[in-house]
């Protein structure tokens, strides 16, 4: 799992109480900045089936910003009972669809995935230094006209027994974000095809459990019973993904469009056109050059709301940087196979969120000097594309990002 999960849980969290020299655990309300939003560019509504329309806006818990949500139909297996659920987030950084067990409906009985013993499968998702605990179940995923059959997904703090009670090996990993998520879902839409190859021949990682009546265990896990992405499912249109957001000026806008596309160079509409490819590492990383540093675990991420890099020379506010005026900066970013661009990005403050949902240019900062997360304003204004790992497409295989 990318560690940028936790960037957004966390970071979403701080935006809403952002404040000169206050605490990200205890609510500041940030003194505002007089701003104009700009008018959001709104694309034309989509029509193609493999196209979901990408919304913005403050999130169920009213504290949002910058989260991509799309909404996602779940259904028993096989079956035409079904759930849309709204306000899942469009995660780059991580594979598979995870749902707050909040959003999912009492009647929606779907079935509980199970080890070799036939004991049923809890899951500790981790994160940098927390976690997201909950029970693992089927389901058919339908996004506009695509389609995922049986495929196992996370019930995010699932109350219901055997699933209530985390056990000591997940809890002493560090915080439990899922219990305060403040969204409906995150559809992992990355790289990798399922979340952890690891655990089909090892316990070591900690990350499925076997739960009953006496508790939870970690238990090995075959890959066709893990947390899955939806895209490799897909009959087509399964080789990655495209996100296609407008541009947003300073001060950011309060309402804002886009499209979450499937598939790469299979239809007219996902197209790669002149997108440089970046090959990722056999981490998934690629590097990025920023003034004197080298960055070389570095992702794009629609799931994490900032740019978030190490630059003690900018002023911060609770982990957020706030210059006095907008800051224009380029870095270089230097795929696995030498291929290099150079982004041009701009940073301002934190305090400049006003009323927006959208903001192109917050930056904050990175707990080491390796990790440079290219975040949501990395989106903005651009086609990204995200290819699936060892899947084709028109300019090779997977992973790689291309924009």
Not at 43 to 49: R, S, T
Not at 134 to 152: C, F, M, Q, V, Y
Not at 324 to 347: M, R
Not at 351 to 358: A, D, F, H, W
Request: glycine share 12%; aromatic share 8%; charged share 10%.
């Amino acid at each position: 799992m990318s560690a940028a999960r936790l960037l957004f849980i966390c970071w979403v969290a701080l935006l809403a109480s952002c404040g000169g020299g206050g605490s990200g655990d205890a609510p500041v309300t940030p003194a505002p900045t007089p701003v104009t939003p700009v008018a959001p560019v709104v694309p034309p509504e989509p029509v193609a089936a493999n196209v979901v329309p990408i919304t913005f806006d403050k999130g169920p818990d009213g504290r949002s910003i910058n989260s991509p949500f799309v909404s996602v139909t779940v259904c028993v297996p096989g079956s035409t009972v079904c759930q849309v659920i709204d306000h899942v987030l469009v995660d780059t950084g991580s594979f598979g669809l995870r749902l707050a067990s909040s959003a999912v409906s009492s009647t929606l009985a779907l079935p509980a995935v199970q080890n070799a013993a036939g004991v049923p499968v809890a899951q500790c998702a981790h994160f940098a230094t927390g976690f997201a605990w909950g029970s693992i179940k089927r389901a058919d995923i339908k996004l506009s006209g695509e389609t995922a059959l049986n495929l196992p997904i996370q019930v995010i703090a699932d109350p219901a027994p055997p699933f209530g009670t985390i056990p000591t090996a997940c809890s002493n990993t560090g915080a439990d974000f899922g219990s305060s998520l403040g969204i409906n879902g995150i559809l992992g839409v990355g790289f990798l095809s399922q979340d952890c190859a690891a655990c089909a021949t090892s316990t070591a990682p900690q990350t499925y459990f076997a739960c009953s009546a006496t508790g939870c265990q970690s238990t090995l896990l075959p890959r066709t019973s893990q947390v899955a992405n939806p895209v490799p499912a897909f009959a087509v249109n399964n080789n990655g993904v495209a996100i296609v957001l407008p541009p947003v000026g300073l001060g950011g806008a309060t309402a804002l469009s886009g499209s979450l596309i499937f598939g790469i160079g299979t239809q007219a509409n996902n197209q790669l056109g002149s997108a440089t490819v970046y090959t990722a590492n056999s981490r998934g990383n690629f590097t990025t050059r920023y003034k004197t540093g080298i960055f070389t675990e570095s992702f794009i991420d629609s799931g994490s709301n900032g740019i978030f890099f190490d630059d003690a020379s900018i002023t911060q506010c609770s982990g957020f940087y706030c210059p006095d005026s907008p800051l224009t900066l380029a870095a270089v970013t230097v795929s696995s196979t030498g291929v290099s661009g150079t982004v041009g990005f701009v940073v301002e403050s934190i305090r400049n969120l006003g009323r927006s949902v959208v903001v192109a240019h917050i930056g904050g900062t990175m707990d080491d000097t390796t990790t440079f997360d290219w975040g949501l304003p990395f989106f903005l204004g651009r086609t990204v594309f995200v290819a699936i790992s060892g899947a084709a497409t028109p300019k090779g295989n997977g992973p790689y990002w291309a924009y």
